[in-house]
């Protein structure tokens, strides 16, 4: 793409009225806008990054055997009050429309997914399935000001498994814990898987947690055996005991990604969600949910991953593979390069405008393409070969790009 094509949202201050710095740089970057506290727009920029998470979680839930669909946002009252939600979930936004029948804004889909499912089990050959979204949604956050970390509407993706027993739901459980772990393994953040609250059939759920200064939970974390447990539902101390090997424990903060937990038969037996066995006698389903944070994903990515002068982002996850910037004086070589780049599949951000380069080399760190080219009256047939996450240069030529992308 032509930069000059490319609406430019960049700004030269920091938007003051923001507390992390992935929100500060994702804003100055062009990649988000706030619209209000929790509510952002996702810009061209960024839309193609919150695209390629969005893609790499789709193939891992699809290799998992899971079907995507895409449910309502607006769920009816009464769904909400036959699992007692409608009164308990202080986040949930309740909207009235023109009738005066009462409607909840989707903070998360179990109570449109459990009667729903029921339209498609009939019997234990039914069983297990699997049904995911990637979808917006709502919650009333009473501190919704670390940018899309915390978003009053965000994007989740939510994947719901059905099973005829707890040992069938164990199993897809654990496949699940694999598929989490590639996803967050290919967009290039490390996690840790958690032990926390919200166990409604098991001891436990299961948190992926990023471990990040700023992040908002505290992990209990013992080096020695590995044990990893949420504070929420842990009285242990920093350089205390650890309560299964006696170990000096650290607490870490932690940013929680995606959260799994084993739900029993929780939601089915409100909406009657049942199937029969081989012998017609007719069970409750059993269920598991497993979310993961589409949004709050690109500013972990972003809290992780970044220097004083911007952002890195990963090579999956980027809006561009390459950011070509053309200086004054190449007689039209850069703009060759650019069209053959094209052709061999490779995507290019071409800064072909005419501003100093002062200018293109501080915007292009700041909105962190993994690979920077220049061309230059100084580059001579060579073209300069920078990575975002490392300070050398070196001249190459353009089959060296190619062999590099082509990996
Ligand atoms: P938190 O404890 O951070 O409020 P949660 O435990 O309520 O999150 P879940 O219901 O487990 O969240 O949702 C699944 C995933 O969705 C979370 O692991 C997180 O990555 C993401 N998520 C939850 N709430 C938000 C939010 N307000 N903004 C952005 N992402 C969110
Ligand atoms: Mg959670």
Redesign the pocket.
Known sequence: MLQSQLPNFIRKESPRDEEAVSARLLIRGGFVDKLAS?VYTYLPLGIRVLKNIESIVRKEMDALGAHELLMPVMHPKENWEKTGRWKTLDVLFKIAGRDKKEYALGP?HEEVISPLAQKAIFSYKDLPLGLYQIQTKF?D?PR?KSG?????E?L?KDLYSFHASTKDLDAYYEQAIKAYKKVFKKLGVDTVLVEASGGTFSKFSH?FQVFLESG??QIVYCKKCGLAQNREINDTREGGPCPVCGAIVSIRQGA????IFRLGTKYSEPFSLTYKDAKGNTHPVIMGCY???I??LMGTIVEALHDDRGIVWPAEVAPFDAHLIELPGTNGKAKKLYKELIEAGIDVLYDERSVSAGEKFAESDLIGIPVRLVVSSKTGKKIEFKKRNEETTKLVDETFIRKYFKK
């Open positions: 929790g998360t919650r956050e919704a899309l970390l915390r978003g009053r965000f989740m948190e908002e939970d929680e990604v995606g959260n979310g993961m944070g949004s709050r």
